[in-house]
């Protein structure tokens, strides 16, 4: 790899050979992708991609952490579509907003991204089998770019875990080891498992290189965009790789020449649980706080990635909304209904956050915002239900019909 | 629309102007809409394909019955991935064998490329709400297209429908009737509302824009397969829409020069509801039979599409193939496992139809089969469950593990 320096600890500055099977550091620091950006400069230009006829994640490789002759993963992640939501816009009052619908990926979530930039470094590793413990996008993302490679996966999941998302494992062919426990619980035992046998670890924010497959959800949307940065960039934020993902695409674009200035990063958290945007708020440490929302994929009360994703927020001058489960609910219908994109609770709380920020005249109306929708709502079912209410139940008669339309000042 | 000349009917052969709000023929045939093959042969080339940037189902506007300047549909429908199956086909003991994954479309069915196609026509017609009767993917592809383009939708469901689905409705902003009686009951109410409102009909077999847009799967893949025809094409099979559509695909490209032979249609019905195969098994007329399927989207005792589906398995000398739901259900994990790819029943049918077809010796096993994943298996989280089983539950120690893989002769 020869664009990639090494890889460097966020917290106290070692730097290390970038090796495929990269943990944390000695100091317990997370560890961030280098790169040479002279090199990519040299090599790598928007004519390259304007050419590049794969359209996945892989099209950006010269700014991705892999070898070149590895080969691509099967599955076609990425290239999600990017929606110029005028509709949708118009009714939060705001002059331009994109969605980037990644409930479009292969398992329907953004973490594919992550997922496949994982099994690539396995197979350089030399692994034949890669584990993690997540309960949800993760954990699915993870068995279905495995299963699609060959490779064997150990899924370690909280007996709690929703049995729609299990299915999706057990579909996949993992191996799902459901831990009588705690999160905490379910997370030791993986490590002590990983510990033991040798597997690849795609544990969320200890693999360096999981934020380095994220970022690609920004190197498309500027591509997408014809490389006119957005003002602000909306992303729900859990426990902080994808903020800190996204951003990372943001400053090798910027690095490379691709593009001339940064947005600022809108970090979305829920009421319920906000860790990471409190310590934003109020300048203090973060602390842990309670997972208290409907909003699963980021009901985590200990962010793993503090460190990158305060960083980022910080850097990009960015801003910190959280929003209630019930404006969550009402971004999904609003999504729903004004542009067709139906996202799951942290899919769609980036854009229920652009609405709080236009409201707290936090965002300026007249600025253009790209929000990101990080997973379907196929995933969760019982809050789209729970957001959409029930239909009218009529007997099969036309004037019975006439009559339910009337009583709900229906006129069509 | 130069290249279109009319619309004929399939039973008795009149002829009609192939206006945007066709319905059925007056004898109660479906129509076919028909194309000035010549015209299209000397105004689309597979080289304007290949400089063409726009991945959807719009890249084939010259093959389809749609106004030059008619906007196309804001939602990305198309241009679904197409996985080359090597690990399936080896399971499976077949030499080549290709994967059309559909359930990556927006609403995560193969039905979105109807529903935009009869949202274009809608508009063409100056409608600006759009109705139909369903309980499954076609609804929600028309609710989740019509709010992307700002149409109103008006869906008919018989009060039995799967609450998710309905919630994918609701979310959508359609206005959602649930009819207390029969799925009969249900469209007949649906074509009064439809006669007296004057809504733009999305109703299956009834508007014969719907199997021009599903054609496109077949476009698409015969592109991504470098115009090499395969030996047989598997579709699950239910009302007869789909395989209709598939078919018109080819027979369009060898009119239009792009290829020069066709494929054989392997036709995959469930045992417990396989009306179709029946009439093609036993050479005669099809008649009504139970809708006894965990495979929902195909459960159809009444194919609406009969004539044009029968014809289009005979033409291609197809083969009629039907499994039982536990061969389904081994379809979705084999291909989960093997592939990465997760359908729901009707989606996994077509795979399963070509696994029973090798075990009859139906197909030879040196053959090129290509199988359409018409839904994904999030649509029906249920059968996922019942299809892959629970994982195993173990206390939060290493030792526990141990014995818990040992029991199941897990060896890592």
Chains 1, 2 share one sequence.
């Not at 966020?10 to 050979?17: D, K, M, P, S």
């Not at 890669?130 to 699609?148: D, F, K, M, V, W």
């Not at 934003?280 to 009901?299: H, K, V, Y």
Request: hydrophobic fraction near 40%; include cysteine.
């Amino acid at each position: 790899m020869k664009h990639v320096t090494c890889a460097k600890c966020v917290r106290c500055g070692a730097e290390y050979e970038a090796v495929p099977d990269l943990t944390t550091c000695k100091c317990g620091g997370i560890l961030d992708i280098q790169y040479d950006y002279a090199y990519i400069r040299a090599h790598f230009t928007k004519a390259d991609l304007a050419a590049c006829q794969d359209y996945s994640m892989w099209r950006y490789r010269p700014l991705l952490p892999v070898e070149p002759d590895s080969p691509s993963t099967p599955l076609r992640v990425g290239w999600s579509p990017l929606y110029q939501a005028d509709r949708l816009a118009a009714e939060l009052g705001l002059k331009r907003l994109y969605l980037k619908d990644d409930g479009q990926n292969p398992t329907a979530s953004l973490k594919d991204r992550a997922s496949a930039m994982a099994v690539v470094k396995a197979r350089e590793a030399g692994a034949d089998t890669i584990a993690c413990s997540s309960t949800g996008n993760a954990a699915s993302s993870l068995a279905g770019n495995a299963a699609a490679a060959g490779l064997s996966a150990y899924i370690f999941v909280p007996s709690r875990a929703p049995k729609g998302k299990v299915a999706q494992l057990m579909v996949f062919g993992a191996t799902v080891v459901s831990v009588e426990g705690s999160y905490e619980d379910t997370f030791e035992l993986s490590k002590a498992a990983i510990d033991r046998w040798g597997w690849y670890n795609r544990n969320a924010a200890i693999n360096p290189y999981l934020s380095e497959g994220k970022k690609t959800v920004t190197l498309e949307l500027m591509e997408q965009l014809g490389w006119q940065v957005p003002d602000y960039v909306a992303l729900s934020v859990g426990d902080g790789c994808t903020i800190a993902g996204a951003w990372k695409g943001f400053k090798d674009l910027y690095a490379a020449g691709f593009i001339h200035r940064l947005p600022r990063l809108l970090s979305v958290q829920a009421e319920g649980c906000c860790p990471l945007n409190r310590a934003i708020q109020t300048g203090e440490p973060w602390r842990p706080m309670e997972e208290n929302t409907l909003a699963d994929s980021i009901a985590v009360g200990v962010p793993r990635n503090a460190d990158k994703a305060l960083a980022a927020i910080r850097e990009s001058q960015g801003i910190a909304v959280n929003v209630s489960d019930e404006e969550i609910l009402e971004a999904m219908r609003l999504m729903g209904r004004t542009q067709g994109v139906f996202g799951e609770p942290a899919g769609v709380t980036g854009t229920a956050g652009v609405k709080k920020a236009l409201e707290l005249g936090l965002i300026d109306p007249d600025a253009t915002v790209v929000s990101i929708v990080t997973g379907n709502g196929l995933k969760d079912v019982a809050n789209g239900i729970r957001a959409a209410g029930e239909p009218m139940r009529v007997a099969p008669e036309l004037p019975a019909l006439l009559d339910a339309f009337a009583r709900r000042g229906i006129e069509p």
